[in-house]
């Protein structure tokens, strides 16, 4: 594993770079508001990954980095996200094709990014629909804003609510909140099954998305 930080127009961001350098194929997370690169779904997703033969890049954003829990503006993170994704090229300790994504706010950074960044795909990690309680402020324009294959893992009894699936989304439904840990095998069934075919998406219940 390579440690590196990588300086963002916000201060410095940290990468945890795992896997072998020269590969060709990567995946970039970020973490969610409060928590850190070590919580429980982005290993799971970094496993998973590596498994498939990707390079996995895990971010700090300088905020974390700087020891502050609460999180920056928007456009605070999404412009330090974009420096470190270009920065890691820059390296060539990521090549070919990108996916994307993150847990929580991580992951409506890499929705929101997606087209600055390059991606070929989206990896949503208990996507943040809306507050808890509140259903009228949807985030979801920012998930229907990629236009690339993305796939979202979502807990039943999530609080922060449940994506719709669509043409191009998978919506992978998996026992538990919105920590992802209640089965932790199911989201690195639902990670592996989209990696090997990033193909048709479906709601995992065993019906086909609604389209």
């Known amino acids: 594993m390579t440690e590196l930080e990588i300086e963002t127009p916000h201060g410095p961001a940290r990468a945890h770079v795992h896997g072998k350098r020269g590969t060709t ?43 502050r829990r609460s999180q920056a503006p928007a456009a605070q993170l999404d412009a330090a996200w974009i420096a470190v994704v270009a920065d890691l090229r820059r390296r060539r300790l990521i090549a070919g094709a990108l996916i994307v994504g993150g847990r929580s706010a991580g992951a409506r950074v890499a929705c929101r990014t997606a087209a600055d960044t390059g991606a070929t795909a989206v990896l949503c990690l208990a996507f943040p629909l809306h507050p808890p309680g509140r259903p009228d402020k949807s985030r979801l324009p920012e998930l229907e804003a990629v236009t690339v294959p993305t796939l979202v893992v979502q807990g039943e009894s999530d609080p922060f609510g449940m994506p719709p699936a669509a043409p191009g989304r998978t919506v992978a439904r998996v026992k538990g909140n919105h920590s992802l840990s209640g089965d932790l095998g199911a989201v690195r069934a639902a990670i592996e099954e989209w990696l090997s075919g990033l193909g048709e998406p479906t709601t995992r219940t065993g019906a086909p998305a609604a389209r």
């Not at 508001?33 to 498939?52: I, S, Y």
């Not at 996995?56 to 905020?63: D, G």
């Open 25 to 67: 194929g990567a995946l970039v997370l970020g973490h969610g508001a409060g928590g850190g690169v070590g919580a429980r779904d982005l290993v799971a997703a970094t496993d998973v990954a590596l498994a498939a033969g990707l390079r996995v890049a895990l971010v700090e954003q300088p905020y974390r980095v700087a020891g």
